[in-house]
């Protein structure tokens, strides 16, 4: 008796892709991405200011260390979010 069913090697049919060869290859620094990088960077310098400024003028509190440390947490995330 002959077994009429497809052989378990046969290989269906590729599917088209919606997505072109390029957009796997384009370069890493868009235009847009470089502006975001630049905005993240902006923003950990702003607040680099703002904590200098809370140092000079909170100098007499005690728990003046728990705020920077507090700011310094949110300026590594805006330059690690820039990398």
Same mark, same amino acid.
């Given at each position: 008796m002959e077994n009429n069913l497809p052989a378990e090697n046969s290989q269906p049919e590729k599917e088209s892709s919606i997505f072109?060869?390029?957009?796997?290859t384009?370069? /890493?620094? !868009?235009?847009?991405?470089?502006?975001?990088?630049? /905005?993240? !960077?902006?923003a950990a310098g702003a607040l680099v200011v703002n904590m200098i400024i809370m140092y000079i003028t909170n100098q007499e509190m005690e728990m003046v260390w728990v705020d920077l440390m507090v700011w310094g947490l949110f300026v590594a995330g805006f330059i690690l979010l820039g990398v």
């Open positions: 072109s060869g390029e957009e796997f384009a370069p /890493a620094d !868009y235009k847009s991405i470089r502006n975001a990088r630049n /905005a993240m !960077y902006f």
